[in-house]
């Protein structure tokens, strides 16, 4: 079944595809708003989860525990997805995947499980999906570019998650990352709003060049 999804900005079927993924709980309707902030010049997409949640609102993925996904239902997850990018994003075309909360988790899952169709990762407010099926081994994200924000006050996400994605992000995963640590609680923080549409206007002007040398 193919998700809900909502599209935002540029109609320019060269531009970047920026892949809004909400929070566990959440819709589509909640993430697409960040669209309205983050660069004119990209296309943004923001589908919906496909679990529903007996409480209301949406999720990527079965959990074990807040932030450690089901292997088995994250991996249906993303054959899921990639069934419905290939068809109404286009097969094998990069995005930049772009998550908060549970939907950073999703983020970081589509990047391990196929770096070569990820251009860019930005992972808000969450944590990297650990212990549930994919390569999280060095270099795993060798050369992708990174955006993570966290809050020292989060009191959603495991302490210790928060403290592992770090290090990975930061380290092992190869990757190259921008980071961001302030004071607050699981919300996404204006500051970090800014400097996100900084990062995305340099993603946006990477695959500028690239298209042009190509």
Known sequence: ????????GSADPDAPVVVLLHGR?????E?????????NGC????????????????AWFENQ?????????????LDW??????????????????????????????ALD???????????YGTMPFDAGLDTGVDRLAGLEVFHAQATEDSVIPHDLLERTWRYLTADAGATAVTHRHPGDHAID?????????????????????GDAA
């Open 1 to 8: 079944m193919s998700p809900v999804a909502l599209w935002r």
């Open 25 to 29: 709980g959440a819709t589509e309707q």
């Open 31 to 39: 993430i697409v708003g960040l669209a309205d902030v983050l660069p």
């Open 43 to 58: 296309t943004y997409v923001a589908p919906r989860g496909p679990v529903a949640l007996p409480s209301g609102g949406y």
């Open 65 to 77: 525990g807040i932030g450690r996904p089901v292997a088995a239902s994250l991996r249906a997850t």
């Open 81 to 110: 997805f990639w069934e419905w990018a290939d068809a109404e994003i286009g097969a094998g075309r990069p995005v930049i995947v772009l998550g908060f909360s549970g939907g950073a988790a999703m983020a970081g899952a589509l």
């Open 114 to 124: 196929r770096p070569e169709r990820v251009s860019a990762l930005a992972v808000l």
């Open 190 to 210: 204006p500051s970090v709003v800014a400097s996100l549409s900084r990062w995305l206007m340099r993603q946006q002007t990477a695959a500028k060049h690239a």
